[in-house]
């Protein structure tokens, strides 16, 4: 039973333009939610976090939307660059707990110049 | 280091032979997690330290698998009569107690069991 779901496996996008990563959940005890990059050969690494309280968070380029009602999240990365290529993990967990994280399969983003 | 360090970074064994992967955590990082990642999965939760509390053991999968850690310093993850199912990237993670969720991870260490 997969509770966090990244329908994507891959996505493709040219320089400058809008990544726009997808993640569902079927929790519905997770109240916060995390992405993660990870490169080749690298441990995954923070990216962006959104509490359930809120609807949107942004860093940057990259912009967190949540949608509760839903149970889906997305990443906005604006504008992609080269080295945006990654794999990006959708992770979630609930009460506050910094530990069990449940995550995703990823969704590799090839950003072409 | 500044990051968390791994090791081995490879390990290649054969089915049924006992495997030890180290990790050193983040100097001040109270809390020390496992995760594995077996091929075009997510990564999996398997055990959690947070300082002297008794771990959270509840993601190893099997009796074959056990962790230690001395104090707030190295941990250890054993797997034990190894078996081709174990093949997965194992991370290490640290973090500050508290931190909202960021994990630091280190690069992890590939075991592959033939």
């Known amino acids: 039973d997969q509770q966090v779901k990244q329908n994507s496996p891959s996505l493709s996008v040219q320089e400058g333009r809008i990544s726009i990563l997808n993640c569902d959940y079927t929790?519905?005890?997770?109240?916060?939610f995390l992405w993660y990059k990870k490169y080749p050969a690298e441990g995954p690494t923070f990216l962006i976090s959104i509490s359930s309280i809120k609807d949107k968070n942004e860093d940057g380029r990259f912009t967190v939307f949540l949608n509760k009602s839903a149970k889906h999240l997305s990443l906005h990365i604006v504008p992609s660059q080269p080295g945006d290529s990654a794999v990006y993990f959708c992770a979630a967990n609930s009460g506050g707990s910094n530990y069990k994280l449940t995550f995703g399969k990823g969704t590799l983003l090839t950003v072409n110049p | 280091g500044a990051g968390v360090s791994q090791s081995p970074s490879n390990k290649v064994t054969e089915k049924g032979k006992d495997v030890e992967l180290r990790c050193d955590p983040i100097s001040g990082h109270t809390a020390l997690y496992w995760y594995r990642q077996r091929l075009g999965q997510g990564l999996e939760f398997l055990i959690y330290f947070q300082g002297n509390s008794a771990p959270d053991k509840s993601g190893l999968p099997s009796d074959r698998f056990s962790a230690e850690r001395t104090g707030e310093s190295v941990s250890t993850l054993t797997i034990q009569r190894t078996q081709q199912e174990d093949s997965a990237v194992y991370l290490c993670?640290?973090?500050?107690?508290?931190?909202?969720?960021?994990?630091?991870f280190g690069e992890g260490s590939r075991l592959t069991v033939l």
């Open positions: 929790n519905s005890m997770f109240d916060y």
């Open positions: 993670a640290s973090s500050l107690k508290r931190s909202g969720g960021e994990l630091f």
